[in-house]
């Protein structure tokens, strides 16, 4: 796993908002890999302990869209676009906003030619668009999984060399799923609400039948989440687009209104503790 991290991470020139490679060093027992430390946590704790406002979404989010495209375009699909992989570079202050630094290359990969089409099953359930839970399921009689929590990060081929998706679209999914926690503080699709309540196979069939029949909105509505602007709707409408060729490309999120919404010119360091 290291010595791949370590080749995506030499494939992909520096990025700000990409975790940086210090050193690789082999020893009897394994290879390691030394990054960047980042002291101020996961995106997800910080989630948990602040209140994030639109602003504040809007400027995470340009950090993540500005690395997946730096990503996409160095010809990687990261492939578990998460809270968790998500780190602050810093401890949060008062005085300036956080930084993000994306980091675990550990199952990204790497694709040559104009495509990237994928048939494994790889992410983390609730950030999976509905073409990679699919692979799951396809050609099976009955729902199988690896699956051991709702949580941990799942990775296994598909029995179907037929159906296959776009890994650049199941990233931009999980940018939504992710854009979507940070604006509700909940997963779409209440799958943080309903997954620890299931078996994790049931768990993941569920949401996918959710994601096939019901928009994020119809979701949101039946779990009564706070209303957001029109604008970060229409942005999560078309991230989180059922069909992989609708749903909307780094370009055009780059001149959605939401995107371009001003931010406070002092910065967006509003978020109060939750
Ligand atoms: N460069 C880093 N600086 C600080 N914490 C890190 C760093 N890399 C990983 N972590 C912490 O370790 C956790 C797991 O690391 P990660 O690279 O995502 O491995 P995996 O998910 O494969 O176990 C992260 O969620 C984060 O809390
Ligand atoms: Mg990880």
Not at 18 to 25: D, E, G, H, I, M
Request: hydrophobic share 35%.
């Amino acid at each position: 796993m290291a010595q791949r991290e370590a080749s995506h991470l030499s494939q992909a020139a520096q990025h700000v908002s990409l975790v940086r490679p210090y050193s690789v060093r082999l020893t009897p027992d394994n290879l390691q890999l030394v990054l960047q430390h980042c002291s101020g946590g996961t995106l997800e704790s910080y989630c948990k302990q602040h209140r994030v406002s639109e602003d504040l979404a809007c400027f995470f989010f340009h950090q993540l869209v500005a690395v997946l495209e730096h990503l996409h375009s160095s010809k990687i699909a990261y492939r578990d676009m998460k809270l968790q992989n998500v780190l602050l570079r810093s401890k949060p202050s008062r005085s300036s906003p956080p930084r993000l630094v994306l980091c675990d290359l550990g199952t990204a990969k790497a694709w040559t030619g104009q495509q990237m089409r994928c048939e494994t099953f790889v992410g983390t359930p609730g950030f999976m668009a509905p073409q990679v839970l699919a692979s799951m399921f396809n050609g099976l009689n009955t729902p199988r999984t690896d699956a051991s929590s709702d949580s941990s990060q799942h990775s296994r081929t598909s029995q179907s060399s037929s159906n296959t998706y776009d890994a650049r679209k199941a990233d931009i999914w999980a940018l939504g799923a992710l854009l979507h926690y940070m604006l509700h503080r909940q997963l779409p699709y209440g799958y943080d609400s309903f997954a620890p309540l299931l078996p994790p196979q049931e768990a993941l069939l569920t949401l996918l039948q959710l994601e096939n029949q019901h928009t994020w909105k119809d979701a949101a509505g039946a779990h009564g989440l706070q209303p957001i602007s029109a604008e970060a709707q229409d942005l999560l409408d078309q991230l989180l687009h059922q069909d992989e060729q609708q749903r909307i490309s780094i370009r055009r999120i780059k001149l959605h209104p939401w995107f371009n919404r001003p931010l406070p010119a002092h910065g967006c360091a509003s978020s109060s503790s939750a």
